[in-house]
């Protein structure tokens, strides 16, 4: 197989040339890091900008707008720990084993 075209051998495995794979993978980044905010036009017309501008050309579709929606991190709990001591438990204990009735007992701090 080392004498074999490269082009014979995608067309027998039905392979896409590399270099349209690697066409499109570079559009589709271009596109998501556009999509995201995260393309500057610094020189439009160079570089790797031209990448983007030869896209939204080519096809109306890219050139609109997306409904993304960047992630948010909220990391403050929505709840609170509160740790009590050791006599707290003990006479809420006591208070309990002498009411033996649990409706009227509140756990927690007064």
Wanted: charged fraction near 15%; hydrophobic fraction near 40%.
């Amino acid at each position: 197989m080392r004498t074999t075209p490269t082009n014979a051998v995608e067309a027998l495995i039905c392979l896409l040339p590399l270099k349209l794979v690697v066409q499109s993978e570079v559009r589709t980044a271009a596109y998501c890091l556009w999509s995201l905010g995260g393309w500057t036009y610094l020189h439009p017309n160079q570089g790797h900008s031209n990448i983007l501008m030869r896209l939204q050309q080519s096809d109306p579709i890219f050139n609109m707008g997306v409904d993304v929606m960047r992630p948010a991190f909220h990391f403050e709990p929505k709840y609170r720990i509160i740790m009590l001591t050791r006599e707290y438990w003990t006479k809420e204990l006591a208070l309990l084993l002498q009411s033996k009735d649990l409706s009227g007992l509140q756990m927690g701090p007064r």
